[in-house]
T-cell receptor, first 117, second 111 residues
Framework: KAGVTQTPRYLIKTRGQQVTLSCSPI?????VSWYQQTPGQGLQFLFE???????NKGNFPGRFSGRQFSNSRSEMNVSTLELGDSALYLC????????????????FGPGTRLTVL | AQSVTQLGSHVSVSEGALVLLRCNYS??????LFWYVQYPNQGLQLLLK??????LVKGINGFEAEFKKSETSFHLTKPSAHMSDAAEYFC?????????FGAGTRLTVKP
């Protein structure tokens, strides 16, 4: 099976712009979670989508949003970019949602490195 | 909410030496615990997981971890470090609706 793919791998934007990142989960996986990774804050949960519905959202401003399509592919959008949004954005997929009793693993993509100038 | 704390942001060992990376958790219910490894410019890869079965969990690349409820710990060990083990390691706990990660421990392996 192909792994989790994320596009683009690298992105450079300027303050005030918006950006859309894409994630294709492992075939058959219906849950996609997004994380922001920075040297100062570490790995922080952004949100999870399952069956096209947002299941949970982390403590991020409304500028961060996402969606999931019927084929389970997911996008996240950041509007009005700020310098502090520079980070590695990781996507992870799993067969079912995190809250499932039988949940026990997420598979991560390589990430998208966003630099905001 | 469940959380994990990794003791030591940097650990340095010599090649062939024991690797010990520490992780303590806080959880009001039996936890699901994980160790992930991240190599430069890559995503996270699962090393091993504890899901309330055996307390000694064996993972990939010779790593193992022992769940100790009395100490609320889930330390990661490897008997003999290899140069290729140099990476960042994350301990994580499944929360109700999300995953909580520790701050990470960067492992350096000296020749």
């Amino acid at each position: 099976k192909a792994g989790v793919t994320q596009t683009p791998r690298y992105l450079i934007k300027t303050r005030g712009q918006q950006v859309t990142l894409s994630c294709s989960p492992i075939s058959g996986h219906r849950s996609v979670s997004w994380y922001q990774q920075t040297p100062g804050q570490g790995l922080q949960f952004l949100f999870e989508y399952f069956s096209e519905t947002q299941r949970n959202k982390g403590n991020f401003p409304g500028r961060f949003s996402g969606r999931q399509f019927s084929n389970s592919r997911s996008e996240m959008n950041v509007s009005t970019l700020e310098l502090g949004d520079s980070a590695l954005y990781l996507c992870a997929s799993s067969p079912g949602p995190i809250r499932d009793r039988g949940y026990n693993e997420q598979f991560f993509g390589p990430g998208t490195r966003l630099t905001v100038l | 909410a469940q959380s994990v704390t990794q003791l030591g942001s940097h650990v340095s060992v010599s090649e062939g030496a024991l690797v010990l990376l520490r992780c303590n958790y806080s959880s009001s219910v039996p936890p699901y615990l994980f160790w992930y490894v991240q190599y430069p410019n890559q995503g996270l890869q699962l090393l091993l997981k504890y899901t309330s079965a055996a307390t000694l969990v064996k993972g990939i690349n010779g790593f193992e971890a022992e769940f100790k409820k009395s100490e609320t710990s889930f330390h990661l060990t490897k008997p003999s470090a290899h140069m290729s083990d140099a990476a960042e390691y994350f301990c994580a706990v499944k929360n109700n609706n999300d995953m909580r990660f520790g701050a990470g421990t960067r492992l350096t392996v000296k020749p």
